[in-house]
């Protein structure tokens, strides 16, 4: 173990423990789950319905495993697609920065899940607990997270997102 290890699993604990409490949101706080479905709704992401528990699901999931470095790459891909969804439908006309609604947010966690996958998750993982190794590091990390992601975002948006033609900027 190194302090490279350890580095891993304090980014990796924090960028996925982050994006386990979104999903966790989406089903048990504020207008829990039907409140989702309406705001996605209100974006023009169709069946709403289904695509919440979808988005909430898959933030838990991919969260989790990414917090314990299980199938990184896999789970930095999940990152990548959610948040390229998120930035397309709601922060892209709000410019780049936060403090105005922009998608730098969704910006840092995707590009923090794409380095995670391509240094591997370290020594302190379940994918070396389980496997010896990671499954995937280097070239072939990025090219899953950021092909397998990008694919399945651009994917969920051309097939699922349809805004309503009076939607705010």
């Given at each position: ?11 990796r ?39 919440a ?84 590091e ?29 939607m705010?900027?």
């Open positions: 173990m190194t302090s490279f290890d350890v580095a891993l699993l304090v980014l604990l924090s960028i996925g423990i982050t994006m386990a409490v979104h999903g966790y949101a989406k089903l048990f706080l504020g207008g829990r789950i039907s409140g989702t479905s309406k705001w996605f709704t209100s974006l023009g992401m169709r069946p709403a319905a289904f695509h528990w979808l988005a909430a699901g898959t933030e838990i999931a991919a969260g989790l495993a990414l917090a314990a470095g299980l199938l990184t790459s896999l789970a930095s891909a999940a990152f990548v697609a959610l948040m390229l969804v998120a930035a397309w439908t709601v922060h892209r006309k709000k410019g780049f920065l936060i403090t105005s609604g922009g998608w730098e947010y969704t910006f840092v966690l995707a590009v923090a899940a794409i380095s995670v996958a391509i240094t591997g998750p370290g020594h302190l993982s379940l994918d070396w607990l389980i496997f010896g190794s990671p499954l995937l280097g070239l072939p990390g990025l090219f899953v997270s950021v092909g397998v992601g990008g694919v399945a975002g651009v994917g969920l948006l051309a097939a699922c997102y349809r805004p309503p033609k009076n705010p900027a």
